[in-house]
C-alpha cells in the first residue's frame, strides 16, 4: 500500500529534457540517467502540488492509449524506482522543495 | 565518456542542442598567472540580471553541463546568487576556480548548491613554484586549503596541472598531492596564445623532450604502446569526422556576452546582448561554418598521416590563421607521442618560417559589447613565438 500522493523534484539533481527523453543526474554520485518519453511527461509533471493519479489521468492516459489502472501501477515502480535513487520526493502531503520551482527545458 | 553520456551527445547532435556551454562570468582575477590567455581588465562584463536571463535562455535551449569559468569567478560578488540561479535552472553545474577566495563558508554553500565539481588550478607541489607562476605569494597556501575545505564537504574536487618550463618535473609530485588530498588529476601539456593574439606565452610551452616524456609516463596516457602507436592514417570513413564538439553541441560565452565556438576557438558568433542565445546557437553563419567542417575539408590534414587520431584543436588552427588548417601545436604533440611528423610539420620543415610572419588572427572578443560582427581577418602582429 503506497504511503505517497505527491512527487517533486530533488534539488539535489541536474536534469535537462534531450528531444522526447530527460536527462538526469544526481548531485549526490554524479550517476546520470535517462528517462524514456513516458517517463519523462511523469518527471515534468512532478511539481509537488499535482497528486501522481491525477498526472497519470492527465498527462499519461489522455495521451496514451493505456488502462488507467496499468499505467498508475507503472508510474508508482517508476517513482518509486526514482525516488529510490533519490532523485524524487514522495509524500503524502503536497510537497515544493525550497529552490525547486524549476522551470524545466521545453 | 560512459556510453550512456555518448548517447546523450550523438542525440544532442543529431538535434543541434548546446549539450554544453563555458561560460565565463569576468576576466578579473586575483592571480597573474604567467601564461594565462587573458587581459585582467573590465571591458563591460554582463550585468547579474543579464547572466540570469541568459542562464533562463540557455536552459530552454537545453544546455546541461555548464562549467562556470573565468578569471577568477569569486571576483563577481554576485557568484552565489548566479549560481544558485543556475541550479534552479537544474544544469549540472562545473567550476573552474584558482580556489583563493574559498574557505569553510564557501565551501559548504557550494555543497548546499549541488555543484558536481570544482576545478582548481595547481601548478606546482612546491608553494615557492606555484606562487611564482601565479605571481601571488601565499596562493599555493591558499588553493591547497580550498581544495580541503571542498574535500571536507564531500565535494569532487579536480586539481588541474598546466604543464609548462617553470613547472615540467613537477607533474608527478602534484599527481601525489591530489592523491592524499582524494582529489582528481589532469594534466594539460598546452599553454594556448593570448586572446587578443599575442603569442609570446608559447615560449612558456615544455620542449619536445619533456612532451615525450610525459607521453610514454603509462601512469599518465594509461597504454602507452597504443597512445604512442603509428598514425593508420585517413581512411574514407575518417575523412567525414568532425574535429570536435566545438559549435556542434558546445560552445562558449564570455563576460561580454560574446559567443564563440570555444573557450579555446574565439570565432566572434554573436552576443548574447543584441541576439537571443538560441537564435545565436541556431543561425549564427560564424557556427555554420565551423559546423560544416569535417576531415575531407581539412587540405594538409586530411592528407597527414596523423589525420584521423591527432588531437587537433580548431581553435588553435583559427589562431594560426586558418580553422580549416592545421593546428601546429597538435602537430608538435603529434610528433612527440608517435616520433613521425605531421605533413604540416614537414612543411615547416621544408620551408622555414617564423609565425611571426604568419598573418595571426587578431581577436575581436575584448572589446565593448557595441561593435559589428561581420566576420574579419584583421591584421595582426605577433609579439614572437618558437615552433
Known sequence: MKNYRYVARSKA?????????????????????????????????????????????????????????????????????????????????????????????? | ???????????????????????????????????????????GEMTTAEIKDLLDQMAEAGVFYLTISGGEIMMRRDFFAILEHARARTFCVNLKTNGVLIRKKEAERLRELGVERVQISIYSHRAEVHDAITKMPGSFRQSIEAVRFLRAQGLRVTMANVLMNQNASDYQS??????????RFIMDPTITPMMDGDRSILNLNVDQTALREVFRDGTLVGNVEEFCATPRGVDTEALDLLPCSAGHTACYVSPYGDVYPCVQFPLPSGNVRRTKFVDIWRDSPQLKEVRSITLRDMPSCSQCAHGATCTRCPGLAYLEGNMRGPSSQDCEKSYARTGI????????????????????????GLQPAVRDFSPKVPEASAAGASL
Open chain 1, 13 to 106: 539533481i541536474a536534469a535537462r529534457a534531450l528531444g522526447d527523453e530527460t536527462m538526469v543526474m544526481s548531485s549526490t554520485d554524479s550517476t546520470l540517467y535517462t528517462l524514456n518519453e513516458v517517463a519523462s511527461v511523469i518527471w515534468a509533471a512532478a511539481d509537488g502540488v499535482t497528486p501522481l493519479d491525477e498526472i497519470v489521468a492527465t498527462k499519461i492516459c489522455a495521451q496514451y492509449d493505456i488502462a488507467p489502472e496499468v499505467a498508475l501501477k507503472d508510474a508508482e515502480a517508476l517513482v518509486e524506482g526514482l525516488a529510490g535513487h533519490g532523485l524524487l520526493l514522495l509524500s503524502d502531503q503536497p510537497l515544493v522543495p525550497p529552490g525547486n520551482s524549476t522551470r524545466e527545458a521545453s
Open chain 2, 1 to 43: 565518456m560512459s556510453g550512456l553520456v555518448e548517447q546523450m551527445a550523438a542525440k544532442a547532435l543529431k538535434l543541434n542542442i548546446p549539450l554544453s556551454v563555458q561560460l565565463d562570468l569576468t576576466y578579473r582575477c586575483n592571480e597573474r598567472c604567467i601564461h594565462c590567455y587573458l587581459d585582467h581588465d573590465d571591458h
Open chain 2, 174 to 183: 602534484v599527481r601525489a598531492l591530489a592523491k592524499e588530498l582524494d582529489a
Open chain 2, 341 to 364: 611528423p605531421s605533413e604540416n610539420y614537414k612543411a615547416k620543415r621544408a620551408s622555414p618560417r617564423s609565425l611571426q610572419s604568419l598573418n595571426l588572427v587578431q581577436i575581436q
